[in-house]
């Protein structure tokens, strides 16, 4: 089974900062990693996902993702944040099954 | 034009009574979900289907029902509310359900379910 933590519920951040949310994930087969935002009142979309190849995935929004399987994490960077940045983001992982596993989320706030 | 449009946005209802959520998708997308929202963000499927037909059902109680008249459609019927099922519910359609989900899912806004 797999499974998705992202340890930080919170990340606050002034803007034009830099910005990594964690996510690290468990299973025992190969899987397919992707970070989703939802902004206020609205659905999830897709940032970014790695399915294989290069593990530095860039996204949309200036976001890129790292894939590391020794450390099975998969955290979300953006050197500059920008105060429309403020979303919840949410990581997930699929495997050998039909199911997208979601993390708890971060809530990413921007200040000016 | 909205590729996932889910109706109503907001449902407030009391103990007891049955309600329905419908979503449709103009994508062409095989392949439809419906997730549970809770109020702490977490984000979790109830049920997929492919082409009309249930793929996943995860363990969701009988009072919860998807009905799906064709593959564009997905609605949910949820019997009996209880205050337990206030939460917000995405559907979500991707192309094709492969093995692996290695699909974007293309989710609708959300319904916020209030049971009161």
């Known amino acids: 089974a797999q499974s998705v933590t992202q340890l930080d519920s919170q990340v606050p951040v002034f803007e034009e900062a830099p910005v990594e949310l964690r996510c690290n994930y468990s299973?025992?087969?190969?899987?397919?990693l992707f970070w989703y935002v939802q902004y206020p009142n609205q659905g999830l979309q897709l940032l970014l996902k790695y399915l294989s190849g290069s593990t530095l995935v860039k996204g949309i929004n200036g976001f890129e993702a790292e894939f590391n399987k020794s450390q099975t994490s998969f955290h979300l960077r953006k050197p500059s944040v920008h105060i429309s940045d403020t979303a919840e983001y949410f990581c997930a992982v699929s495997g050998h099954t039909d199911k997208l596993i979601f993390g708890t989320g971060t809530r990413l706030q921007v200040f000016p | 034009d909205t590729a996932v449009s889910q109706t109503p946005k907001y449902l407030v209802t009391q103990m007891g009574n049955d309600k329905s959520i419908k979503c449709e998708q103009n994508l062409g997308h095989d392949t439809m979900y419906w997730y549970k929202q809770d109020s702490k963000k977490f984000l979790k499927i109830m049920f997929s289907?492919?082409?009309?037909?249930?793929?996943i059902n995860e363990t969701v109680p009988n009072r919860f029902s998807p009905k799906s008249p064709d593959k564009a459609h997905l609605n949910l019927h949820i019997n009996s509310l209880e205050l337990g099922d206030s939460a917000v519910y995405f559907c979500?359609?991707?192309?094709?359900?492969?093995?692996?989900?290695?699909?974007?899912?293309?989710f609708g806004s959300g319904t916020q379910l209030s049971v009161l």
């Open positions: 289907y492919n082409n009309k037909e249930l793929i």
């Open positions: 979500a359609s991707s192309q094709a359900l492969s093995h692996r989900l290695s699909e974007k899912l293309f």
């Open positions: 299973s025992s087969v190969s899987v397919y």
